[in-house]
């Protein structure tokens, strides 16, 4: 299945092509190579990934990682229809751990914004760095108080699971203070410093490509976790710009310079092999 989207950006005019699965992208003209491309290629190898794989076979782990990445790509889906308003039908998510992973982003969106999603929140944002050709698209960017959001971030004792919601262990002190944030959903055993660096290079691309917008100051890494006491951890990403570009120029040099666009296989919408003639 394909799909193509275009728009004006503050740096340069950008492409998204969807093939099924993968997002490919072409800045005024030129192919621009994906954020999570750069980081599969350049980034750590995370260590927990490191020691899975030393236990398994090569069959075993294809398959595990496969699985992974179709369900993280499936609940991202789910998870960008409801900040969209969109209801969803859980028969559709037969998996408890579906379930879960989308009642506990409810609670965590409802107690992130008490009075409902603020006007001008989005999501599947795209971005731009024109000057290193790369592309991406952020999950979600939006406006909530910082009080809410920095218990998010150490929950524990802050927040109790009262019947379907998320409530305060004690009232908010102070007054509100809006910040805008960007946020990247994950679905992995853990967070890693890969997920930081994309959320912090998210952010500032974000700000280049929206510039007659207000800058988002914040980049967050919301995590679903099973293990964790309210199945959800969130974490702050404060890395400078240069921890990319050194991962950036890893890739390149790996790579013996800047990658050739893929070749883009477009199939038609329908096939027919012969025309089945009537015999009269």
């Given at each position: ?23 490919h992208?072409y ?16 980034a ?21 990682l ?12 789910a998870?960008?229809?409801?900040a ?6 859980l ?21 992130l914004?008490?009075d ?20 991406g ?15 998010l971030?150490?929950?524990l004792?802050?927040l ?14 102070g ?35 929206y ?16 293990k964790?006491?309210?199945h ?14 050194r991962?950036y ?14 070749v ?7 096939v ?6 009537n015999?009269?």
């Open positions: 299945m394909l799909s193509e989207f275009t728009q004006k950006l503050s740096n340069c005019t950008l492409t998204r092509v969807d093939i099924d699965l993968e997002h992208y800045g005024n003209g030129e192919y621009f190579v994906s954020l999570t491309h750069i980081l599969d290629i350049g750590p190898f995370p260590e927990g990934l490191r020691q899975y794989l030393r236990v398994t076979d090569a069959a075993e782990s294809e398959e595990r496969t699985m992974t990445k179709d369900r993280g790509t499936k609940l991202h889906h998870l960008e229809m409801l969209s308003g969109m209801e969803l039908y028969e559709d998510y037969p998996t408890n751990y579906e379930k879960d992973a989308i009642v506990t982003f409810i609670r965590t969106m409802r107690f914004f008490s409902g999603l603020p006007k001008g929140s989005r999501q599947e944002v795209i971005v731009a760095d024109p000057t290193r050709k790369v592309g698209t952020l999950d979600f960017v939006g406006v909530a108080d910082k009080r809410r959001l920095d218990i971030l150490k929950p004792g802050r109790k699971l009262e019947g379907d919601n998320f409530e305060l262990v004690k009232p908010l002190i007054k509100t203070t809006p910040v805008k944030f960007i946020k990247d959903y994950k679905f992995t055993g853990r967070s890693s410093y890969n997920h930081m660096v994309q959320a912090s290079k998210y952010r500032d691309m974000y700000n280049q490509s510039a007659t917008e207000k800058k988002a100051s914040r980049a967050y890494i919301w995590r679903y976790s099973p964790h006491k309210l959800f951890d969130m974490k702050e990403a404060v890395l400078r710009p240069s921890s990319f570009n991962i120029d890893t890739t390149l040099d790996y790579l013996g310079g800047f990658p050739t666009p893929p883009l296989t477009i199939y038609p919408e329908s027919r092999l012969w025309e089945v003639k015999e009269s």
